[in-house]
């Protein structure tokens, strides 16, 4: 097996507890299914959210979903002029057979404009 990282990216309408929690399960659980694993091949995660994005912690979403014994990481996202707002990042580290082509990013929403060119391969 090889160690692969997946990215992935979603906006959020509004900065509540709710909607990062939903959004952040949402991308998660999404990255997962696109690639066909399962969370035992997942090493770590590495979360970010723009400044505007403060309600709660992305990484507690995964916790949520019983990723207990997953390393997860919360970061702020620096802060660009026009960059988009309210958007959660992921930067996915997973054992996998799939190469590096195969793998698959998955940007929902207005965040698939961050990354035309892998969103949705």
Do not use: C
């Amino acid at each position: 097996m090889a160690v692969r990282g997946i990215r992935g990216a979603i906006d959020i309408a509004e900065n509540t507890e709710a909607v990062i929690e939903a959004a952040t399960k949402k991308l998660l659980l999404q990255m997962i299914e696109a690639n066909n694993l399962s969370p035992e091949w997942i090493i770590s995660i590495f979360l970010t959210a723009t400044v505007d994005i403060d309600a709660s912690y992305p990484a507690a979403a995964a916790r949520k979903l019983g990723w207990t014994d997953i390393p997860l990481l919360d970061a702020q996202e620096i802060e660009v002029q026009g960059g988009m707002p309210r958007v959660i990042r992921v930067l996915m580290h997973v054992e996998t057979e799939l190469t590096r082509a195969q793998v698959r990013h998955v940007y929902l929403g207005n965040a698939a404009n961050l990354r035309p060119d892998i969103a949705g391969q």
